[in-house]
């Protein structure tokens, strides 16, 4: 859009009483109707299960029975056990390789850290069921191809490394979710003014002390938020818990909660009960981290004054840093990439670097698409995920300019319901999901509606995200000038917001698509004989164990699309950049 399009009249001037709003009190009940409707509904049909009798026909009258049965068993201190450690270990584990990758990319350079921006963008688009499974063939003391290899060369007797422990769940979820500590802590290592470094050193500090007494303190928000969020999805975890929990005899509440769904008779009452104990924690994680991001500002180290984001030089470092960070990258991402590779090709079981029984082909591939199921789930993935992905974003944009430029007075209870779904685990979702429609006179189960209901509810914070982000960088003034030219709001949107605001909210939009694609703790609850998705029909491949190399054959099928998607992610970063720096005038951007 040029600049002249952005001056020139839009409309015959009219008076202000008769202008719309979009803000106005209709457009702000009818976002505040359809928040409510995707996220208090499954929570409201959580609640009603939970405190009432579980009769096996359906809920009956109120009772605590549920709760009684669900915290006086004798395994539920081992439950929560399990769930607090494993959350915690892989918070921690997750904040230090992921704010590893951050500083090195952010505060060095060292080289190749566009190389790292790229890695751990295609590390978290790789559905967490995928490389768990592909750990599972690495590291497994029977089948591990890692473990046979050590043995073989260095003439271990037993297995070096177990998988079926709780390390080994705590190192395969933080090897697949670090690229997300990353993208939370590299904006405020980004724009950390490297003048208070430099003046503590020129005083005669260390680096040792300068990282502890200058550094830390500084990013202590952006270090509490992401370890708090970090330790919420551990909780909320299902992939490692169902895959290598379960044949471990680790349970958290995750699996819990699903088994108890899913043994016969199903008690729905006893999983809600479970359910609302995994809920509390996380809404308490949840607003810790609000608490903790308050008052961010008293931290913040750039103003009106400028500021120097400086990196360091590390000198004769420069490129063991980067070694170090590049054999992250090849043990988190390459050894999954490359065992479920190499296995696609064989039918039976075939360790990479040992000799083969069989020569490598392509049968896995054909077995797969000639798979009853596959092309029903590849399908039905991607039109749940594509209306998924259309609504949250056409929803979260009128309730992010709603939130940001309105004065309605309903303005913080849309934004409080836009981000209420962060608190609660995709196993939740999905089971108060199926409780609520259930109870609702609203044939939706088992059709692909049940699973966009959850979807949208599920992805709505993440929407609010990048159209909140959009937004910001935006001013106003833009509006306000349209407005005084005669503009409506709708023409404002039409032809000012929308077009500068494209490639952020289709970045938003294939976000949004990756992650319905690779949903499972919501979908395995809500898929029926007449609904299959890609997730649920590789749980149900790998768990049959017919073959794992049909498993990976069809784990590759879908990685190679999201590679595709991740390029066109980094493209879309660079173009809306380039199209904010031209449509909105400097002294704007300044102000």
Known sequence: MSTASLTAPLATPSPPNRRRQLGGPIIAAACLLAAAWFVLIPLAGLL???FTEDTGSGPGAFSLANFAEAYTDSHILRL????AIYAAGTALLTLVMGGGIAWVVERTDAPGRRIFHGLALLALAIPGLLTTMAWMLTLSPNIGWVNGVLQRTFGFRTAPFDIYSMPGMIWALASHAFPLAYLLLAPALRVLDSRMEEAG???????RQVALRITLPILRPALLSTLLLLFVGGLASFEVPRLIGKPAHIYV???AIQDATTQTPPEFGTASALGMALL?????SVLLYRQATRHAEAYATISGKGYVPNRLPLGAWRWPVTAAAGLLFLIALGL????????SCFAGLALPFLPATAPANLANYRFVFRYPIFLEAVRTSVIVGALAASAVIGLSLVMAWISQRSQNRLRWIVDALAFAPIAIPSVIVGASV????????????????ILLFAYIALYLPYGMRFAVSGLTQIHRELEEAAEIAGASMPQIFRRILLPILAPVLLSGWLYVFVLSIRELGASIFLVGPGTHVLSTITLTMWEEGDSYGAVCALSIIQIIPLVAIVAALRWIESLFARRLHAAVPARLAIT
């Open 48 to 50: 009603y299960t939970a």
């Open 80 to 83: 929560l056990a399990n769930s």
């Open 201 to 207: 050193i020129v005083a005669g500090a260390r680096f």
């Open 253 to 255: 509440l995750t699996t």
């Open 280 to 284: 509390g924690v996380c809404v308490i």
């Open 336 to 343: 999954p990439l490359l065992t479920l590779a190499w296995q």
């Open 434 to 449: 199926l409780f609520a429609y259930l109870l609702l006179p609203i044939p939706v189960y088992d059709t692909i509606w």
